[in-house]
């Protein structure tokens, strides 16, 4: 094999999400910065935000209510 083709591997590179919280991995990268992690995230917390923007929640659940009578 050639030598210096493959990048350096790090064992115990540091990933930071935005929340505060932080952790190792194996990467060949050293640090990484991330928007969401597992703490976060609403799949893993079982916490959902809708992000109503113009009421469209509120149109919505009055089609369906139409749509029932």
Do not use: W
Not at 5 to 11: A, L, Q, S
Not at 26 to 32: A, D, F, N, P
């Amino acid at each position: 094999m050639k030598k210096e083709t493959h990048p350096i591997f790090y064992n115990k590179a540091k990933v930071t999400c935005s929340c505060g919280n932080s952790f190792t991995v194996g990467s060949t990268r050293e640090t990484m910065k991330v928007d969401v992690c597992s703490a976060c995230h609403p799949f893993y917390t079982g916490k959902k935000k809708i992000l109503d923007t113009m009421g469209r929640v509120e149109k919505f659940k009055q089609r369906m209510a139409k749509k029932k009578k």
